[in-house]
């Protein structure tokens, strides 16, 4: 039936736990036979020596198979043993099979302890078998009963050899799988089935006479042949199909490096070998590749099976080198005993001419089984597509290193430097900044235009040269315009970036050497901090340009941006008047998003937001007149006119008796006025509001970078009774002892995470720490940005509050948001008021 035969790593010896007690379970089963059989145990040897070629012959034909590091053999064994049941005597046919498997063993070479446990194994089954022959009485071949009895005693013996492979394989190499003992166990007992049936249709024909054995012996020669032709069959489609999969697999491989991971296992499994090496040398910007899957181990190690000057070899000729016991010279094979290898395969990987790498096998399975012509020819054909492969990704690797980065310097260009700033303004912890360093090289056009180009082009490469040897190791230094480079860092403040700034651009000053020529090269550098100054790429490169420009004027060349420079522009000046004149002719206007309970859908108020349509420039974005207003003292009428629309409107809708919160948006630098508190408590007065019916949100970014000096100022507005939020929360990357101080109710989630959350489970993570952390320290918890049903569900799932979103609504005017009150809501009474609940989502 099976066996296993195999090379491990872990310590074969294990192996004699379960062979002593198989030989001891042997023993015991046949002594329990000899007790209780009728006829005599032991005789019939000239019979006995027939059956010995029988079993010697079933031997010749072999099915070979796979699992994990191990090659299950399944034979023809099970014909001849179903007729010596019937025919020999159960001690004699012991002894057969015991000497035909300590044979086979021994012209296999297989170690002893592996021919210790294969011929115990043998044993125990055949010692189960005898006893199942005796259990069910006296032999009578044309008895159906007697067929019966002989099927299970064979299929018991094959059980007893599947479970002992699975449990030396268990105890060397740890638990067998149940889809792998399932691989190794179905097929064999398929093959158990057939060979038991035809042995039982052979000990029928010889029932009949000598005449029928003419006629049997065709038949076992015709069966014979087609089993050994199904064997090579078998192989050839399992070979072709893997060989199939495989070239499947390395075309559709993504060029991101993985290919290592899709070729080097299905390789070794292809030519069951130990290792699978995959050698690359060092190209260019690639560093050298040596990466290999080996049999028992997950994932890729950086060791290889194949001695190196094999290796060298390969490379050096252009052509395969492998050496085992079919293929290669006794130099070979003396290179590969030094290196405690059976054989091996290396084949050149070539690109056009030029050789780039191999691929290797080593340590075929199987210590009766090595490499052949076949298996060369095999890992030619693979190495052919690999060679295609790794030209390839190199080649998308080249086309991404210049999409994102400049040809004359080779540094990161203006691509690459807003990912990286994207990356650094979202992993912004406290206590930092992120500042972008601009430097201007003065005097270019001058270096083009007396001594040309080329001189202008070695000039950048010196000074991408120094700036990326005298700039900190985290720094990202990049080209972004002609004359124009951006080193960018965290650093802990604005001073330290001033103070790096000065002493890069003091030591790009000194004197350069172009030939005969030596110049004194000065640069101008700007700078603009995240997030004080932006927080996004575009704007934050923006801004420091307009500081470098800036510092061109001044005599130490550095200029650290304020947003004075830039509303100095003519657009910034002209919105400036038309937001004043905007706020005079009451030309801002308030939109109201609905917020509503995720757990019954009740709608408990509205955000107020601020929108402004201009008569040139068309829509505002908030954040643009928002910002115009810090910078020239409008932010308190702005914040007025917001607050006095609210209050008016909530007074409404309390008059009405459908009571609603508003929400106003907050600026910082509003609450650093000390007067605030004072004239939310007058215009609460006038419209006769519930302090509890206003909550004031303030963004996470800035209540965390000034929290010391606008908590006297949030503390006052708790007093009143007004309900405090944090908005955009998860942003800034505060810590808890922020939130444990603040005096709050409520934490928004922003929207970015929110929206991400259906399909990121990093940004689910977040929304699933902010609830917990608010639960924590009992506030509620709003999601803004809620925009599918998915998202929606996930919210209500991890315990959310509110949300708000274009799923439920977007920001509307006031007639508009009471057309949807009547549309999309029900009026439920309350003793408190009536409760608008929404009819649907979506």
């Known amino acids: 039936m099976a066996r296993a035969i195999r090379r491990a790593q872990r310590s074969a010896e294990l192996a004699w736990l379960i062979t002593g007690p198989l030989v001891l379970i042997t023993l015991g089963l046949t002594a329990l036979v000899v007790n209780r059989s009728v006829a005599p145990p032991v005789g019939d040897w000239d019979l006995a020596l ?28 099970d014909i001849p043993f179903v007729l010596a049941l019937a025919y020999l005597p159960p001690v004699t046919l012991l002894v057969v099979r015991v000497l035909v498997y300590a044979f086979v063993q021994w012209r296999r070479g297989t170690v002893p302890v592996k021919a210790a446990f294969n011929i115990a194994l043998m044993a125990a089954g055949t010692a189960c078998a005898n006893l199942v022959v005796l259990s069910g009485g006296p032999i009578d071949p044309r008895d159906p009963g007697t067929w019966a009895v002989l099927a299970v005693a064979v299929l018991t013996t094959d059980a007893v050899q599947v479970a002992g492979v699975a449990g030396v394989i268990s105890l060397v190499q740890g638990r067998l799988a149940p889809q792998e003992l399932a691989s190794t166990a179905v097929p064999g007992a398929v093959v158990a089935v057939v060979n038991t049936t035809i042995g039982l249709a052979v000990l029928v024909i010889l029932q009949q006479g000598p005449a029928a054995y003419l006629l049997l012996a065709v038949l076992v020669a015709f069966f014979f042949l087609m089993y050994r ?4 069959s078998s192989n050839q489609h399992r070979t072709l199909t893997e060989i199939y999969d495989l070239t499947g697999a390395i075309s559709d491989t993504p060029h991101d490096g993985t290919l290592p991971d899709v070729l080097l296992g299905r390789v070794r499994r292809l030519l069951q070998a130990e290792y699978a090496t995959l050698w690359l040398p060092a190209q260019g910007r690639h560093p050298e590749v040596l990466l290999s899957a080996r049999a028992d181990d997950k994932g890729l190690l950086d060791v ?6 094999l290796r060298k070899q390969a490379v050096e000729t252009g052509q395969t080198v492998a050496a085992s016991a079919k293929l290669g010279d006794d130099q070979l094979r003396t290179q590969l005993r030094e290196h405690g290898t059976k054989d091996a395969i290396v084949v050149p990987l070539r690109a056009s001419s030029a050789v780039i790498g191999t691929l290797e096998v080593a340590g075929r399975l199987g210590d009766n089984l090595s490499f052949d012509p076949n298996d060369v020819r095999l890992l030619e054909a693979i190495a052919a597509h690999a060679a295609v492969a790794v030209e390839n990704n190199r080649l998308v690797d080249r086309l991404r290193f210049d999409a994102y980065h400049d040809a004359l310097t080779a540094l990161p260009n203006r691509r690459r430097i807003n990912q990286a700033l994207e990356e650094a303004v979202r992993v912004r912890a406290p206590g930092e900044v992120v500042a972008v360093l601009m430097f201007d090289v003065d005097g270019l056009r001058d270096v083009n235009d007396s001594l040309g180009h080329a001189a202008g082009d070695q000039l950048l490469a010196e000074v991408a040269t120094r700036l990326r040897t005298l700039s900190p190791p985290a720094a990202l230094v990049g080209r972004v315009g002609g004359d124009e480079f951006v080193v960018t860092l965290r650093l802990p403040n604005a001073e330290a970036a001033l103070q790096l700034a000065a002493e890069l651009r003091g030591q790009l000053q000194d004197p350069m050497t172009f030939g005969s ?25 923006q801004r420091a340009d307009v500081a470098t420009h800036s510092a061109k004027a ?18 910034r000046l002209g919105l400036a008047g038309d937001l004043r004149r905007a706020l005079d002719n009451d030309e801002l206007e308030v939109y109201f998003q609905p917020k509503v309970t995720l757990r019954d859908r009740r709608l408990v108020g509205v955000e107020c937001l601020a929108r402004w349509e201009h008569p040139t420039h068309g829509a505002v974005q908030p954040e643009d007149f928002v910002a115009v207003a810090e910078h020239t003292g409008q932010l308190a009428r702005l914040t007025e006119v917001v607050l006095r629309e609210g209050l008016r409107r909530a007074r409404q809708w309390v008059d009405a008796g459908r009571p609603l919160s508003v929400a106003v948006n907050l600026s910082p630098r ?13 215009l609460l007065q006038e419209y006769g509001v519930s302090p509890d019916r206003l909550t004031l949100e303030i963004t996470e970014d800035g209540v965390v970078d000034g929290v010391d000096r606008l908590l006297p100022t949030l503390r006052r507005l708790y007093d009143l009774g007004v309900h405090l939020s944090v908005d955009d929360f998860g942003t800034g ?16 989630v922003d929207r970015s995470f929110v929206q991400g959350m259906a ?3 990093g940004d689910l993570a977040i929304v699933r720490a902010v609830v917990d952390i608010s639960r924590h320290f009992g506030l509620s918890v709003v999601a803004e940005g809620v925009e599918s049903e998915l998202t929606l569900e996930l919210l209500e799932e991890i315990g959310c509050d509110i949300g708000q979103g274009f799923l439920f609504s977007r920001p509307l005017p006031y007639e508009r948001l009471e057309a949807w009150l009547g549309a999309q809501t029900d009026a439920e009474p309350t003793p408190l008021g009536e409760v608008r609940r929404l009819r649907a989502v979506g």
């Open 733 to 748: 990357y505060s810590s808890l002892s922020y939130l444990r101080r603040l005096p709050v109710h409520e934490v928004k």
């Open 50 to 77: 027939v059956f010995l070629g029988l079993f010697l012959g079933a031997e010749m034909a072999v099915v070979q198979f796979e699992i994990r590091r191990h090659h299950f053999v399944v034979t023809l064994a």
């Open 304 to 309: 290889a099976g194949t001695p190196e000057s």
């Open 554 to 571: 001044l005599a130490g060349g550095v200029q650290l941006f304020d947003l004075a420079l830039e509303s100095r522009s003519v657009r």
């Open 229 to 232: 032709s199904y064997a090579r």
């Open 517 to 541: 020529l030596t110049l004194d090269v000065d640069t101008a550098v700007g700078l603009s901090l995240h997030p004080e100054h932006g927080s996004d790429p575009a704007t934050l490169l």
């Open 759 to 761: 399909t990121d489970p």
């Open 670 to 682: 509003t609450l650093v006025d000390p007067a605030f508190p004072d004239r939310v408590d007058e």
